[in-house]
């Protein structure tokens, strides 16, 4: 029996799914994401995560292999270090990068969360699915079954 190895199901739609969406779908994969919330882009009221996180060095590589560096920081806001309160209440500056003088971006999940389901969207060979829960894996076998 022949069976297509360019498919790929990505379990959940949050920020690491719809990377990986595009990571796949950027490599001509035929790509089907499930994700049990509805669209967080149709959605006035998202609960249960976090509303800022700080993108790092690493963040933005995966960013830039996926050609969005440059859209998501476009909205971030930079942050060269933090202060500390010392035990006599005097603060002090200290830099994320001292070395090479690089900054981490704030972004908010949600809106982050857009811009890679856009992206996803964005490329013919990939598939979002909303409101699809997994409900059980048989990995080896290669099926799963999800809930509508």
């Known amino acids: 029996m022949y069976q297509d190895r360019r498919k790929v199901i990505v379990i959940g739609g949050g920020l690491v799914g719809s990377l990986c ?12 994401l499930y994700e049990k919330r509805s669209d967080l882009r149709k959605d006035s009221y998202m609960r249960g995560r976090s509303i800022n996180l700080a993108i790092s060095h690493r963040g933005r590589v995966a960013l830039r292999s996926v050609g969005l560096e440059e859209t998501v920081l476009g ?3 930079p942050m060269q270090g933090r202060l500390l309160h010392g035990k006599t209440g005097a603060l002090q500056s200290m830099p994320y990068d001292p070395v090479f003088n690089n900054c981490i971006y704030s972004i908010g ?10 992206a996803a969207e964005n490329y013919d060979n990939v598939k979002v699915k909303f409101d699809h829960k997994l409900v ?5 076998r ?5 809930q509508k």
Do not use: P, T, W
């Not at 969406?21 to 089907?32: D, L, R, T």
């Not at 999940?109 to 856009?118: F, Q």
């Open 142 to 146: 290669g099926v799963i079954r999800v």
């Open 136 to 140: 059980n894996a048989d990995i080896r």
């Open 109 to 118: 999940r949600n809106s982050l969360n857009e811009v890679l389901l856009n």
């Open 21 to 32: 969406a595009c990571f796949m779908g950027q490599k001509g994969y035929h790509v089907v």
């Open 75 to 77: 909205s971030a806001i």
